[in-house]
């Protein structure tokens, strides 16, 4: 049962987190561009669909802790620092996206759709460069996360640096 529940973790978090993390990370960039470029539409949508996909995985994305609880659970492992560590940077990389990330591009996209981009091709409070900071920091937790449960300290895999 231990290797079912890995393999659907390890395949959620390939198939969640990877679109969350790529979207997120291309949206500041597009955002830029759509607001600059205000007459084409399709610099819009883009930025949109952008959204669409953080926001969609993001809830889909809740089955990777779920199933990773599961199977630290049936390997014995839920009280050893690397997995608590993991955990709680999954919960600060997943505060991150529904407290600031989400909310920011939730703000362009309506920038976008009432036309708030006719002042200057940016953001005013400068919401695209905030969402490129916060997206890097997310991207980096999660990547720390990867880390630590390849590596998995103290673990008797014989995995190591």
């Known amino acids: ?39 084409d539409p399709r610099k819009a ?40 560590i993991s955990m709680i940077l999954t919960a600060a990389a997943a505060a991150m996206l529904i407290a600031f990330i989400l909310p920011g591009q939730k703000h362009v996209v309506r920038a976008l759709d009432m036309g708030a981009n006719d002042a200057g091709g940016s953001m005013p409070d400068g919401t695209a460069r905030r969402l490129g900071m916060l997206t890097g920091v997310f991207n980096l937790l999660w990547a720390i996360v990867v880390v630590l449960m390849i590596y998995r300290p103290g673990s008797t895999t014989g995995v190591g640096l």
Do not use: N
């Not at 659907?8 to 291309?26: D, E, K, N, Q, Y």
């Open 45 to 84: 949508v883009a930025v949109r669909i952008l959204h669409r996909i953080t926001r969609v995985y993001a809830v889909i994305g809740v089955l990777v802790p779920v199933f990773g609880l599961a199977t630290g659970a049936s390997i014995g492992v839920l009280g050893d620092t690397w997995l608590i």
């Open 1 to 39: 049962m231990s290797a079912f529940l890995l393999s659907v973790h390890v395949l959620a978090a390939i198939l969640t987190i990877g679109p969350v993390a790529i979207a997120a990370s291309m949206f500041p960039r597009s955002a830029r561009h759509a607001l600059a470029a205000p007459d």
